[in-house]
């Protein structure tokens, strides 16, 4: 069974940066697209960031472009987020999520969901 797992969440001060990772811990699969995603208390799943395995496309929501960098690992079957620049807007519970569509699927259409990691930034 597929299962991603995410790790590397935190309490930081704004300014500062953060990795997390999104590792299968279980049955190997074939995905086109991989994504991250955060949800803050009272407010709806939005979308973060997302990376096509066949190109290593990259596409970041507004609010996190510039600050934040998705890329993958083939070989460990990972993907990381680095978070820079974060300030309190970016509290929430980051999940990722993996795809088997080749084009960019709405956000109810994603195959796998992580049980996600928080993240917290104090001003």
């Known amino acids: 069974q597929v299962q991603l797992v995410e790790s590397g969440g935190g309490l930081v001060q704004a300014g500062d940066s953060l990795r997390l990772s999104c590792a299968n811990s279980?049955?190997?699969?074939?995905?086109?697209?991989m994504g991250w995603f955060r949800q803050a208390p009272g407010k709806e799943r939005e979308f973060v960031a997302s990376?096509?395995?066949?190109?290593?496309?990259?596409y970041y929501a507004d609010s996190v472009k510039g600050r934040f960098t998705i890329s993958r690992d083939g070989a460990k079957n990972t993907v990381y987020l680095q978070m820079n620049t974060l300030n309190p807007e970016d509290t929430a519970v980051y999940y990722c999520?993996?795809?088997?569509?080749?084009?960019?699927?709405?956000?109810?259409?994603?195959?796998?969901w992580g049980q996600g990691t928080q993240v917290t930034v104090s001003s």
């Open positions: 999520a993996a795809a088997f569509r080749a084009t960019m699927p709405s956000e109810d259409a994603w195959d796998y």
């Open positions: 279980g049955r190997a699969f074939s995905y086109n697209i």
């Open positions: 990376i096509r395995r066949s190109s290593d496309s990259t």
